[in-house]
């Protein structure tokens, strides 16, 4: 057994690492496909875009429905959601509160390690980063992981 592992060790096959796009009533990974419907004004481009970053890092980010079996190494939501997991949790709020009511609900973002917003009152370096979206939050979710605390690093642009 010990040679076999050893083996597998000097392979350096690569390890895949599953995360959970959540967003409420999407599935089938339609916010990643440029193809579908939902993709007004080619506005799932900003999202299939940060998929394929993830990808570079060997995360494979999918909707929990296609995650289904798998390890999942933590969540991407996308505004707060009342959504109960055991694995870490990552938010993207887009909506103001006037028109998602969760994102103004600052105990339930207790939940999430990072929160990444464009409202500047939120803003404070350690849990709620500033964000105009971009590939960003998949560098800081990836040192996050590894590093729990925030570090100065993150906020440069």
Same mark, same amino acid.
């Given at each position: 057994? +010990?040679? %076999?592992?050893?083996?597998? /060790? =000097?392979? %350096?096959?690569?390890? =895949?690492?599953?995360?959970?796009? +959540?967003?409420?009533?999407?599935? =089938? !990974?339609?916010?990643?496909?440029?193809? $579908?419907?939902? @993709?007004?004004? @080619?506005? !799932?481009?900003?999202?299939?875009?940060?998929?394929? #970053?993830?990808? @570079?890092?060997?995360?494979?980010?999918?909707?929990?429905? *296609?995650? #289904?079996?798998?390890?999942?190494?933590?969540?991407? $939501? *996308?505004?707060?959601?009342?959504?109960?997991?055991? +694995?870490? /949790?990552?938010?993207?709020?887009?909506? &103001?509160?006037?028109?998602?009511?969760?994102?103004?609900?600052?105990?339930? $973002? *207790? #939940?999430?390690?990072?929160?990444? &917003?464009?409202?500047?009152?939120?803003? !404070?370096? =350690?849990?709620?980063? %500033?964000? !105009?979206?971009? @590939?960003?939050?998949?560098?800081?979710? #990836?040192?996050?992981?590894?590093?729990?605390?925030?570090?100065?690093?993150?906020?440069? $642009?």
């Amino acid at each position: 057994m +010990v040679r %076999k592992l050893a083996c597998l /060790k =000097k392979m %350096k096959l690569p390890i =895949k690492i599953y995360a959970n796009y +959540v967003e409420l009533g999407i599935s =089938k !990974n339609a916010r990643f496909d440029l193809d $579908h419907a939902i @993709n007004r004004d @080619n506005s !799932n481009y900003p999202f299939w875009l940060l998929r394929e #970053k993830f990808k @570079n890092f060997g995360i494979e980010l999918n909707t929990p429905d *296609l995650n #289904k079996n798998r390890l999942i190494a933590f969540e991407l $939501h *996308l505004n707060a959601l009342r959504r109960d997991s055991i +694995v870490p /949790k990552y938010s993207l709020l887009y909506e &103001t509160p006037q028109i998602n009511p969760d994102n103004g609900d600052t105990l339930l $973002h *207790l #939940k999430y390690r990072l929160i990444f &917003t464009w409202d500047d009152t939120l803003v !404070n370096g =350690k849990r709620y980063i %500033k964000l !105009n979206f971009t @590939n960003k939050p998949l560098i800081l979710i #990836k040192e996050h992981l590894h590093n729990p605390r925030p570090n100065r690093r993150w906020l440069i $642009h």
